[in-house]
């Protein structure tokens, strides 16, 4: 039973898009929400995260939408270019339960020239 | 900055064969994690240690011990290899069990059971 729930599986996306990925969350208790990226053969990499008393963060063409009363949380890559093609991985933690990371399934990027 | 370091990169064992995947950080972290990686499923967590002398298990702890003797060291260990473990394991560390704080993961090893 995965906790964390991602969608779609798969995307891709032409040079120029926004590439949306969405997660949704049982738990009511997660209080933090990390996205983490990886590059084939790499190991993911903490990309941007958001806390649940804010709606929307935002570090350059990346954004996280956070939606506490649907229990769910997005990722937007705006302007996406090929160097953005990789796996993305939402997750989700909560202080009760020791702070262990609860991963998606993972969507695969790819973005198209 | 070596950061995590995972040996070997590629595994190939037969059935009930044992080996122990290598963990190392140089970043003097307290919190260490094993996980693993299939399609699909996205990271599962396996066992986790908040220090020297102190692990627990995680998500799916069956099938693997682990132990930390040292703060740099989280070896995972597979006793007796299955088909089932078949997958791609990653090393992760972060400073501090606290909320919030940055997962650094390995470059992953990549493990087939025939």
């Known amino acids: 039973q995965q906790q964390v729930k991602q969608s779609p599986q798969s995307l891709i996306v032409q040079k120029g898009g926004i590439s949306i990925i969405n997660c949704a969350y049982e738990?009511?208790?997660?209080?933090?929400f990390p996205w983490y990226q990886q590059f084939p053969g790499k190991g993911p990499a903490l990309l941007i995260a958001i806390r649940p008393d804010v709606s929307e963060k935002k570090e350059g063409r990346f954004t996280i939408s956070f939606n506490k009363s649907a229990k769910q949380f997005s990722l937007h890559i705006m302007d996406s270019q090929p160097g953005d093609s990789a796996t993305y991985f939402c997750?989700?933690?909560?202080?009760?339960?020791?702070?262990?990371?609860?991963f998606g399934g993972g969507t695969r990027v790819l973005v198209k020239p | 900055n070596a950061g995590v370091t995972q040996t070997p990169k590629f595994q190939v064992l037969k059935t009930g064969q044992s080996m122990t995947l290598q963990c190392a950080q140089d970043m003097n972290h307290e919190y260490m994690s094993w996980y693993r990686q299939d399609p699909g499923m996205g990271l599962r967590l396996i066992h986790y240690?908040?220090?020297?002398?102190?692990?627990d298990q995680g998500e799916v702890p069956n099938g693997y011990n682990v132990s930390r003797s040292t703060t740099e060291d989280f070896p995972l260990r597979l006793l007796s290899a299955a088909p089932s473990q078949t997958s791609v394991y990653f090393c992760?560390?972060?400073?501090?069990?606290?909320?919030?704080?940055?997962?650094?993961f390995g470059s992953g090893t990549q493990l087939s059971v025939l």
């Open positions: 992760a560390s972060r400073r501090g069990p606290g909320n919030g704080e940055k997962l650094f």
């Open positions: 240690s908040v220090g020297a002398g102190i692990t």
């Open positions: 997750a989700a933690s909560t202080k009760a339960a020791g702070n262990k990371l609860t």
């Open positions: 738990n009511t208790a997660f209080d933090y």
